[in-house]
């Protein structure tokens, strides 16, 4: 029988011989979180190698996830479908065993970590999601949803703001099922962090009503145990475990020290490392005892099976909730959703008549929100102004989570992370809403929905400086250039109450990647479409008001800007100058399309083109090329009423059509 100790040495040494393979890497977290890692995956993680993606497991997350080698040992020791060769390959092109962890449902990576304090909120989110569906679908004895958030995290994760926003949040909902270890080695990169970090850091998560267990020696077993069978006894609060190790144990000259941090230990440390732990094994040899004492596939099995068997039972006793389970947990749409969503589309577009989108948007969910009982949503404190709620939302407060909206508070960065852990657990469709301007608040959040391809929906209202007197500090100037400017995300910019149900169902329908919603605070007009129209909307671009003849120009606009084109159009061709308006709701989805649909909205041949969106210019100057212009904002906004800057900054029919006037004759000469 090899010893506890033996087996977290298994860790320590595939990690400190895979980052001295890759010359690069961390070893210290791994070798310092070791111990813990080993008592919680060998006595309390409920999960199943063989089913990375059995729904009742319970969730791992490494925020601090420079020690992605810690989950990489941990998966492949146990029996994930992580090789010996992955290990070996740690950060090469290729392998799954990237420099931090990559989400990655197939071998059990939860989610992608190494901005640190993201994890945690992911964490936070996952562990909403477990108690919001565990709320709908548990009945007396078949607790169906039943599983714990674990969470890594360290002093960086601490320090971050965003540790604040999750977990004041997780305390305040009262997530008894999340249980954090807080990896208190007095280490970050620049040395011993007395210099930079004295929180006292349990008080402040006793603060935020958590249960915490002070003072744990993460190196001893027994003591990780004790703490956390005192984590599982206490329900109604999350749990800090707060355990004191040494950073790169066993690592003789160097442990305790940031020199383990972010390098490799060196050929000489490594070699007085398996002297001083004694590991008496070649890079990459565990020997087979330390195997079967690490293997979880046969548990993994066993407790699947018994999920399984609940879950057959539960279908018996309640065959419709059984279901519909099974289908949220598939992440499918209702049956009927298309035919319902066409004709909810079609109604609004019939009834809408002239509102702000961001008013279109809470119709949207008022006409969807009752087919989707997956949707969960809510907002960083701006309710009222986002229409986040909808005729069918229920609130989720503390220990009440049989409900669906969220009052996020004013934790735009948070909730952003959370949205994604509520969609990396499954069962749900999160969105959230804020201010656009506030999405500089979340934007790193949105970039790790991008690059997990998590369909979170994002609700920015009062999206450009027609939202008026409350001046430059709440008027999103590069907003929507920066935001498309992530990769796999889709911001739509709808015009009217029609685009604005068009783009709530490509959202719902998403199932690869965040989509922004921008949206009006102030009143837009409804524009009448004919049913090609209506078809194409989802295009992201197209011709919204043509001319009978050759357009002597374009003009592409999007959101607020669209009822200015379409009457600047119209003053013009009664001059006699043909000009097609195309309405461009979302550019990436345009840009997705062929080239044939690309070509007979912005035929090649009309150079003449004018862009007019209230942003900076940026996103339109491949669409107007050289003998276009664009009207956009170049400057910061001013305190004024939206009427008033929209005149000020030339956002009117007058001006556009001045603007084309201008360019068709310099076209002409
Ligand atoms: C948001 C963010 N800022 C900075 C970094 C760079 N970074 C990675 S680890 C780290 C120090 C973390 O210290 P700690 O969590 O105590 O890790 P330990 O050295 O104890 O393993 C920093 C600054 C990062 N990954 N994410
Ligand atoms: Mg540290």
Redesign the pocket.
């Known amino acids: 029988m090899p010893s506890r100790r033996d087996l977290a040495n298994a860790i320590r040494a595939l990690s400190m011989d895979a980052v001295q393979a890759a010359n690069s890497g961390?070893p210290?977290?791994p070798m310092?979180m070791a111990d813990i890692a080993e008592v919680l995956w060998n006595d309390y993680l409920r999960h199943n190698p063989a089913n990375p993606r059995w729904p009742d497991r319970d969730r791992f997350v490494v925020s601090?996830?420079?020690?992605s080698m810690l989950l990489y040992s941990l998966l492949h020791l146990t029996g994930y479908d992580l090789s010996l060769e992955e290990i070996r390959n740690f950060r090469q092109l290729g392998y799954r065993t990237a420099g931090h962890p990559e989400y990655e449902p197939d071998v059990g990576i939860e989610t992608t970590t190494?901005?640190?304090?993201q994890g945690l909120a992911n964490g936070v989110g996952m562990a909403l999601a477990e108690r919001i569906l565990a709320a709908r679908f548990n009945r007396p004895g078949y607790e169906v949803i039943d599983h714990y958030t674990w969470v890594f995290a360290?002093?960086?994760?601490m320090m971050?703001g965003i540790s604040h926003e999750a977990c004041s949040l997780a305390g305040t909902l009262g997530l008894g099922r999340l249980i954090v270890f807080y990896?208190d080695?007095g280490?970050?990169?620049d040395g011993e962090?007395e210099g930079w970090f004295t929180d006292d850091t349990a008080g402040r998560f006793e603060a935020y009503d958590w249960h915490v267990v002070r003072d744990v020696d993460g190196h001893d077993p027994d003591a990780v145990r004790d703490a956390i069978e005192e984590a599982r006894r206490e329900t109604r609060r999350p749990t800090l475990i707060v355990c004191k190790t040494i950073?790169g144990w066993g690592a003789p000259n160097k442990q305790g020290t940031?020199a383990t941090?972010?390098a490799a230990l060196g050929d000489d440390e490594v070699a007085l490392t398996r002297e001083n732990i004694g590991w008496h094994h070649p890079p990459f040899v565990v020997p087979d005892d330390l195997r079967e004492g690490w293997d979880a596939r046969e548990r993994g099995r066993e407790l699947e099976t018994g999920w399984q068997r609940l879950m057959g039972d539960y279908g018996g006793e309640y065959p419709e909730l059984h279901e519909e389970l099974i289908r949220r947990l598939d992440g499918r749409l209702p049956d009927g959703w298309a035919d319902a969503a066409e004709r909810a589309v079609e109604a609004l577009s019939k009834t809408g008549g002239d509102v702000a989108t961001r008013k279109a948007s809470e119709k949207a969910l008022d006409a969807f929100g009752p087919l989707l009982p997956e949707l969960v949503g809510g907002s960083a404190d701006l309710s009222g102004s986002n229409n986040t709620i909808w005729k069918g939302s229920r609130k989720i407060r503390g220990g009440e989570f049989d409900g669906n909206y969220l009052h996020f508070g004013v934790r735009e960065f948070g909730m952003t992370a959370a949205l994604s852990g509520m969609s990396l657990h499954g069962g749900l469709k999160p969105y959230g809403g804020t201010f656009l301007v506030f999405s500089d608040y979340a934007r790193s959040a949105i970039r790790m929905a991008a690059i997990m391809r998590r369909p979170i929906t994002l609700v920015l209202t009062h999206d450009s400086i027609g939202l008026g007197e409350d001046g430059p500090t709440h008027q999103p100037i590069e907003h929507l250039a920066s935001l498309r400017l992530i990769p796999d995300i889709r911001v739509w910019r709808p015009c009217d109450v029609t685009e604005t149900a068009v783009a709530w169902r490509e959202a719902v329908e998403n199932r690869d990647g965040p989509f922004v919603l921008a949206l009006s605070r102030q009143t837009l007009p409804f524009q009448a479409r004919d049913a090609n129209q209506m078809a194409a909307i989802r295009r992201g671009g197209y011709v919204l008001k043509d001319c009978e003849e050759e357009p002597a120009a374009i003009i592409i606009a999007t959101g607020s800007e669209v009822g200015i084109a379409v009457q600047a159009a119209a003053a013009l061709a009664k001059e006699g100058v043909a000009v097609r308006v195309v309405s461009m709701p979302c550019v990436e989805a345009f840009r997705a399309q062929d080239a044939a649909w690309q070509d007979a909205v912005l035929p090649p041949g009309v150079a003449v083109r004018l862009a007019v969106e209230a942003g900076v210019p940026d996103t339109w100057h491949p669409f107007t090329g050289p003998l276009g212009a664009i009207i956009g904002m170049t400057r910061f906004g001013e305190s004024a009423p939206g009427k008033v800057l929209f005149e000020h900054f030339g956002f009117t029919a007058a001006n556009v059509a001045e603007q084309v006037r201008r360019l068709v004759q310099g076209n002409r000469s």
């Open positions: 961390h210290g977290m310092g601090n996830g420079h020690g190494g901005p640190l304090g360290g002093d960086g994760c971050e990896d080695n280490i970050s990169i962090v950073i940031e941090h972010g």
